[in-house]
């Protein structure tokens, strides 16, 4: 499946770490109503059961608001889900494979740090390529940042959309503008706000500030 550049803009990654005592289904419902364009599920240390159940809960909420649920990683869960996709990283399955999977009309979201993975990524089936770490980020310690004009390249070098992640806030995503992406995944200038919902707000009109200018 395709996916259009629009549904890029906001790409909201969860997670739970920032919770202290919120409801996940209700923080990530807040982001919905503050814009998020997609919702990617990210859960690293939940059994099968608990994430299936999760699931779909959540993609109820994003089906309720129209909006793609990616799963990331697991290609399982999203196929049971029924989910919209899955995004994948270079360490994870084959592209190709994942393609296979789970089929021609769901989306596939693959990583790539380097201009030569991103065209191997579209080449297998790839619907759009997330690029990063653009900044250092606390999310994940062992990701490296990659430079403003390799993500610049990799923008050139494929068809489908593309959209920066790690460590992109208030403080310096207007620094993205000019390189060719599409839209930014964000993950704690989300969540780790005491107001989930005004701050998603808040990035998406700083997002749109910068794709537009």
Aim: net charge negative; hydrophobic share 40%; charged share 25%.
């Amino acid at each position: 499946m395709s996916i259009s550049k629009s549904q890029m803009k906001l790409y909201v990654v969860t997670d739970r770490s920032w919770l202290d005592g919120k409801l996940f289904t209700e923080e990530i419902e807040k982001t919905l109503q503050g814009g998020a364009t997609l919702i990617q599920l990210r859960e690293k240390n939940l059994s099968y059961d608990e994430f299936l159940k999760e699931g779909k809960e959540i993609k109820k909420i994003t089906d309720k608001y129209n909006i793609p649920l990616i799963i990331n990683d697991n290609v399982e869960i999203a196929i049971s889900i029924d989910a919209s996709g899955v995004h994948i990283g270079q360490s994870d399955m084959d592209a190709a494979e994942v393609k296979k999977l789970i089929g021609k009309d769901k989306i596939l979201g693959v990583t790539a740090k380097t201009v030569e993975q991103a065209i191997k990524a579209e080449k297998d089936g790839a619907s759009y390529i997330g690029v990063g770490a653009a900044f250092s980020t606390s999310t994940k310690l062992d990701t490296r940042v990659i430079t403003f004009e390799t993500i610049k390249n990799i923008c050139k070098s494929v068809t489908i959309p593309v959209v920066a992640i790690g460590g992109i806030d208030e403080n310096n995503i207007m620094n993205l503008k000019g390189l060719g992406i599409h839209g930014v995944a964000l993950v704690s200038s989300i969540f780790s706000k005491e107001d989930v919902l005004l701050a998603t707000k808040q990035m998406l009109e700083l997002t749109e500030c910068m794709l537009t200018q």
